[in-house]
């Protein structure tokens, strides 16, 4: 076995859970170094996980930062747009590189700690993800440790980051700290292909590899699930009303039942994750679609809503300046099996190529393409009682391939 020493936040992003299972099969050992668990923000269980084969080590995690924080927290539910602008100038200083550089100090620890008792060859490499703060730990333990190999992962990108929102005095400094802080890494990771184009412009000289967000086959295995009887359209996850457009999909339904191309009573919309506001508008599309907003439920049962549905709806991100961007939940669609149809964004993104190689559903960037998909599968929903799904190659995202892709750079 050869030994990897991850610093990542352990729920920050689904690559470490994922590294974590595979890692093993493919003669890697990981050891992960996190914050303590009740300090990170995606919160998927409340205790650390136990995987055979990986260590995972739960580092303190304190300083000035946390009461501040808090208190942010609390005086941030006020309505006054004045104390929202005081909270989000007095954010973009302390959050400085970002909420976790208290951490710093603790991650550098555990990370010499790891390193010093392996001793010469212990640890053959060192990985960093998510947060920033993972990856100025990591360039401190390059220097110190000069002959690891570190591949750092960016996901989501740092200064480029396409939902940055602190404006662009702190760009500037975002950009200064992160050539500086990546200078030492040996390879760059990125989760699409024109993401990688962007750090290759700012990261001039770096290797910068592309591998793509995955699910979690142990999660939705292979075996079906019985279809909903109604022509049932879900959605899960979350919403962002400033990037994602909701009201394609509602108005398209609208109009076909206008023209009495569908019957509403045949069909459910169903929202899973934050509620779509209807409360402000009198838009009367809203009232005439059978919407149906669950709220937040367990992963299990966000799965099992996947798989009984007769379409899932994917909203992908209204920026034509972004096309980099691979909702994660598209991938989760890809494990569920089921048709998508994916409504916003521009042609020719990351998300139109995707369904299109996968051949897993259709893309309508407006109201008028989505009728017209949504017209053609509700009559075969009509014929059949289903809509058949004809995707292929869905088992290229997996973890499994996800891990092999890392383990070829690695090696």
Known sequence: ????????????SKRVLGLARYLPEFGWSPTIITPAVR?????????????????IIETGYGGIKEPILRAGQAIGKSPSSVVKKLLHFGGAMINYPDSYSDWRRFALQAGREVLDKAGKGGVDAIMSICPVTSHLVASQLKKEYPDLKWICDLPDLWSQNHN????????????????KTLAGADVLTTSSEPRAEQLRGLHTGKQVVA???????WEYGTGDIG??????????GLIYPKRQNPYTLLEAIYNLDKKSSIDLDDIDVRTYGNFIDLRNTSDPI???????????????????????????????????DELGVHPGKIFEYLGARRPIIATGGVKGNVVDELIKE?????HAVDVQEAERILEKCYREWKETGKVEYHGVGQERFTWREMTRKYVELLR
Not at 39 to 51: D, G, K, N, V, Y
């Open 164 to 179: 940055y929102g602190y404006g662009e005095w702190r760009r500037k400094m975002d950009e200064r700290l992160e050539l």
């Open 1 to 12: 076995m050869k030994n990897l020493l991850i610093i990542a936040s352990l729920y920050g």
């Open 39 to 55: 300090w990170q923000p995606t919160i998927i269980s409340s205790a650390l996980p136990e995987i055979e084969g990986v260590r």
């Open 227 to 236: 279809l909903t009887e109604k022509f049932t359209i879900t959605y899960t």
């Open 286 to 320: 809203l009232w005439w679609v059978a919407l149906q907003q669950y709220g937040k439920v367990s992963h299990a049962e966000a799965i099992k809503a996947q798989k009984e549905s007769q379409l899932l709806w994917l909203l992908d991100w209204d920026d034509p």
């Open 211 to 217: 591998i793509t967000l995955v699910y979690d086959e």
């Open 358 to 362: 996968t051949c897993s559903g259709y």
